[in-house]
């Protein structure tokens, strides 16, 4: 093979072999930042989102409560979150 084309293949070879990484880090930003909003109450009933290993699964269920399911041992844990004007102290 001639030098320009060795070139390009290890080029195009580099490329493909860490594009997915880059994809998964943007892919598991965005799942971070659903999971923070979930968490925070701003999210929507119907609202899911996976932790990046798959086994806990965030949820958003009917009247703002929060289920969280872990695959991995079989538990769920459900909470209702604090509004951002209730101020629990004041009453």
Not at 40 to 51: S, V, Y
Not at 59 to 82: D, H, K, P
């Amino acid at each position: 093979m001639n030098r320009p084309i060795t070139a390009l293949l290890a080029l195009v070879l580099a490329i493909s072999l860490h594009s997915p990484v880059a994809f998964a880090e943007v892919d598991s930003a965005a799942q971070l930042a659903t999971i923070n909003k979930i968490i925070r109450g701003e999210g929507k009933p119907g609202e899911t989102a996976t932790a990046k290993n798959g086994e806990v699964i965030y949820t958003v269920l009917l009247g703002g409560i929060v289920e969280i399911r872990n695959l991995r041992y079989n538990t769920v844990q459900r909470f209702s979150t604090i509004k951002p004007n209730d101020n629990n102290r004041s009453k």
